[in-house]
């Protein structure tokens, strides 16, 4: 699988499909991920602001998946 960067709009799309597809609604799933009613719709908006952190609570509490991988090692400059 190859990698890709995902914008803030489709992250939000990604959690809006997700909590459609379980059947909870926005307040439900911020209750569940411990965030405020405001910043799901704000996330699913994609709203380019919001905190990282609160954004993984929300894909942790859809059961969703986030894989970070490091560039590929970029080749040494020689020595001066």
């Known amino acids: 699988m190859q990698a890709?960067?995902?914008?803030?709009?489709e992250?939000?799309?990604i959690?809006?499909?997700t909590r459609k597809a379980t059947g909870l609604r926005q307040y439900e799933?911020?209750?569940?991920a411990g965030v405020g009613l405001r910043f799901?719709?704000?996330l699913e908006a994609g709203k380019s602001t919001a905190q990282i952190g609160k954004a993984l609570?929300?894909?942790h509490a859809l059961g969703c998946s986030v894989e970070i991988a490091p560039?590929?090692?970029l080749?040494?400059?020689?020595?001066?």
């Open 4 to 9: 890709r960067s995902l914008t803030p709009a």
């Open 40 to 42: 799901i719709v704000d």
């Open 75 to 80: 080749p040494k400059a020689p020595r001066s």
């Open 29 to 32: 799933l911020a209750g569940a």
């Open 15 to 17: 959690v809006r499909a």
């Open 57 to 59: 609570q929300v894909l």
């Open 71 to 73: 560039p590929p090692a």
């Open 11 to 13: 992250i939000g799309e």
